[in-house]
């Protein structure tokens, strides 16, 4: 048990490393997969077998791969290069994540179990399916039921936004877009006089003329 | 059996390397990476503390944040290829435009 707990555990923190640190997207992507797959792992040594296989099937497998697929859609592969805005934020930002974890470590072991470790485990019951599901449908039906209504609002959201721009009548003037009417008539076009050679002679002709 | 201050510490561990992630990288889809590595902390030690009390109460709440972290990876995406359409970039830098 405790070997298990301090391979998982380095093996997540190198993967949290490799999170924050890679110049890759897909790289830092592929660490953060290697660390939920240690927390879920962790999951499993905590009495918890229903989130350690949720973990792995919604984490690991569905979200990782919807942030995978966004990453090579967009090509955003790449690092930005160009300055920091506020000098020295890595500088700060790495004292500042240092003290936090240190108070966190110095905080955690002061804590004091309320019983017995082997207690709170046979307690548990192994965190199955069954003891989630009793608990989820008892005490805590209304934030099950929220949540639920929540995924389904993030559904029709998520489909709502990646609509395509034309018929997105979002009313918002954006500078950055061409003026409506400049350019898409010929763009249009172009796929249409290649296909069709008769009706591009007509047209040629019709400009000659 | 490790003592729930080890599982507790390790999710500290995990939660600041979340945030100097979150500080430190200039591209969305990194913040969001790095928000994901910090809720994953979190959630160990909510499991941990449930071992603890020996209640499945923090384990129900870790399956409600998982949830919630779902729905929030699907919109923040879809809010980020958006802006990616209009903008041709996911820098937080360049994306400032509502600051101040």
Same mark, same amino acid.
């Given at each position: 048990?405790?070997?298990?707990? #301090?391979?998982?555990?380095?093996?997540?923190?190198? /993967?949290? #490393?490799?999170? #924050?640190?890679?110049?890759?997207?897909?790289?830092?992507?592929?660490?953060?997969?290697?660390?939920?797959?240690?927390?879920?792992?962790?999951?499993?040594?905590?009495?918890?077998?229903?989130? =350690?296989?949720?973990?792995?099937?919604?984490?690991? /497998?569905?979200?990782?791969?919807?942030?995978?697929?966004?990453?090579?859609?967009?090509?955003?592969?790449?690092?930005?290069?160009?300055?920091?805005?506020?000098?020295?934020?890595?500088?700060?930002?790495?004292? /500042?994540?240092?003290?936090?974890?240190?108070?966190?470590?110095?905080?955690?072991?002061?804590?004091?179990?309320?019983?017995?470790?082997?207690?709170?485990?046979? =307690?548990?019951?192994?965190?199955?399916?069954?003891?989630?599901? %009793?608990?989820?449908?008892?005490?805590?039906?209304?934030?099950?039921?929220?949540?639920?209504?929540?995924?389904?609002?993030?559904?029709?959201?998520?489909? =709502?936004?990646?609509?395509?721009?034309?018929?997105?009548?979002? /009313?918002?003037?954006? %500078?950055?877009?061409?003026? #409506?009417?400049?350019?898409?008539?010929?763009?249009?076009?172009?796929?249409?006089?290649? =296909?069709?050679?008769?009706?591009?002679?007509?047209? %040629?002709?019709?400009?000659?003329? | 059996?490790?003592?729930? *201050? $080890?599982?507790?510490?390790?999710? +500290?561990?995990? @939660?600041?390397? +979340?945030?100097? *992630?979150?500080?430190?990288?200039?591209?969305?889809?990194?913040? @969001?990476? $790095?928000? !994901?590595?910090?809720?994953?902390?979190?959630?160990?030690?909510?499991?941990? @503390?449930?071992? $603890?009390? +020996?209640?499945?109460?923090?384990?129900?709440?870790?399956?409600?944040?998982?949830?919630?972290?779902?729905? !929030?990876?699907?919109? *923040?995406?879809?809010?980020?290829?958006?802006? @990616?359409?209009?903008? !041709?970039?996911?820098?937080?830098?360049?994306?400032?435009?509502?600051? *101040?």
């Amino acid at each position: 048990m405790t070997l298990a707990f #301090i391979l998982l555990g380095a093996l997540a923190i190198v /993967g949290g #490393i490799i999170t #924050i640190a890679a110049k890759n997207a897909v790289h830092a992507a592929l660490g953060l997969v290697g660390t939920l797959l240690c927390v879920a792992g962790l999951f499993a040594t905590l009495n918890a077998s229903f989130l =350690a296989a949720t973990q792995v099937i919604v984490y690991a /497998g569905a979200v990782m791969v919807l942030f995978l697929f966004v990453i090579m859609l967009l090509n955003a592969n790449q690092p930005v290069t160009g300055r920091d805005p506020v000098p020295f934020v890595r500088e700060l930002a790495g004292i /500042g994540g240092t003290l936090l974890a240190g108070a966190f470590v110095v905080l955690a072991f002061t804590y004091k179990d309320p019983r017995p470790l082997a207690e709170g485990a046979a =307690a548990l019951k192994g965190g199955s399916a069954l003891v989630m599901g %009793e608990t989820l449908l008892t005490r805590f039906l209304l934030p099950f039921e929220a949540v639920s209504i929540l995924l389904l609002v993030a559904i029709v959201g998520a489909v =709502a936004l990646v609509q395509r721009p034309e018929a997105q009548p979002d /009313g918002v003037p954006d %500078e950055l877009e061409e003026p #409506i009417g400049a350019a898409r008539p010929e763009r249009e076009m172009a796929p249409r006089t290649g =296909a069709q050679p008769a009706l591009q002679a007509g047209r %040629e002709s019709e400009v000659g003329a | 059996m490790v003592s729930t *201050g $080890s599982y507790v510490a390790l999710s +500290g561990i995990l @939660f600041a390397l +979340g945030m100097i *992630g979150v500080l430190t990288r200039r591209t969305a889809i990194m913040v @969001f990476l $790095s928000v !994901e590595l910090m809720l994953n902390a979190a959630n160990l030690a909510l499991v941990a @503390f449930a071992r $603890s009390w +020996g209640d499945p109460t923090g384990q129900t709440a870790v399956f409600i944040v998982m949830t919630l972290a779902a729905a !929030e990876v699907a919109i *923040g995406l879809a809010i980020i290829v958006a802006i @990616f359409r209009k903008r !041709e970039t996911t820098n937080v830098d360049d994306l400032a435009a509502l600051k *101040g």
